[in-house]
C-alpha cells in the first residue's frame, strides 16, 4: 500500500511539474556604455577646532565690562577698580566636547566657561560654539547654576547633554540660542570638573 501511494505521489507531482508554465528564457547581457563618473573636485576640508584655540578665544559673558571675556591660555581677568584687590575670573572647565551642532558636517565644541565674579559665587555657562571655517564663533550660552557638579557633555543629533545638579539636561542649538529641551532627574556618582588656570 505505501509502495502504491508513494508512486501515486511521484506520478502527481511529475505531472504539476510538465504541466507548469514553460520556462521563460533570461534576458541575455546586451553591450552597452555606461558612462562612467567622473571624479568630483572634493571640497577643501575644514580645519578642527583645538583646545589650544579654544583656550584663547573671546565668550560672551554677563561679568566684564564689556560683555566679552577674550581668554588668554584659558583664563581671563578683569579688575572692578585700577587699585581694587578683588577681581573677576573667567575660564573654561575642563571638560568639552565635539560633533556637529548645526548640520554643516563639521565638528563644532561645547564648552562650561566657568566665571568668578569675586564674591562668594561660582557661576557655570554652557556655551555653544561653532567651527567657521577653522575659527571659533561662540554662538550661544547658557547659564547652568552656581556652584554646580558637571559630569559630562554629549553630543547626540545634533542635540547636546550636560548633567547639572543631580539633572540630566538636554539642549538643542536653534537661532543662535541654546534650548532647554528635556530635564531627566540621575543619580550623582562622578566628581566635579576644574577650570583650567
Not at 511529475?14 to 547581457?29: E, I, M, N, R
Not at 559630562?152 to 545638579?165: H, K
Request: proline letters at 10%; one cysteine or more.
Amino acid at each position: 500500500m505505501r509502495f502504491f501511494l508513494s508512486m501515486l505521489l511521484l506520478a502527481c507531482l511529475a505531472l504539476l511539474v510538465s504541466c507548469g508554465p514553460a520556462p521563460t528564457p533570461l534576458p541575455q547581457p546586451t553591450a552597452t556604455s555606461t558612462p562612467v563618473p567622473q571624479p568630483t573636485a572634493t571640497p577643501t576640508s575644514v580645519p578642527p577646532l583645538t583646545w589650544e584655540v579654544l583656550k584663547n578665544t573671546a565668550y560672551p559673558n554677563e561679568w566684564p565690562a564689556d560683555g566679552v571675556a577674550q581668554l588668554v591660555d584659558g583664563v581671563y581677568r578683569e579688575k572692578y577698580m585700577p587699585d581694587s584687590a578683588t577681581e573677576m575670573v573667567i575660564s573654561l572647565a575642563d571638560i568639552h566636547t565635539f560633533g556637529d551642532l548645526n548640520g554643516d558636517g563639521v565638528d563644532d565644541v561645547v564648552v562650561i566657561v566657568i566665571s568668578y565674579p569675586g564674591g562668594s559665587g561660582t557661576f557655570f555657562y554652557l556655551t555653544a560654539v561653532l567651527n567657521q571655517n577653522g575659527a571659533p564663533n561662540p554662538v550661544a550660552t547658557t547659564f547652568l547654576g552656581d556652584r554646580v557638579i558637571i559630569r559630562s557633555i554629549v553630543i547626540e543629533s545634533g542635540q547636546m547633554c550636560c548633567p547639572n545638579m543631580n539633572r540630566r539636561q538636554i539642549y538643542t542649538l536653534q537661532d543662535d540660542k541654546l534650548n532647554l529641551v528635556e530635564q531627566i532627574d540621575t543619580p550623582r556618582t562622578e566628581p566635579a570638573v576644574r577650570g583650567v588656570g
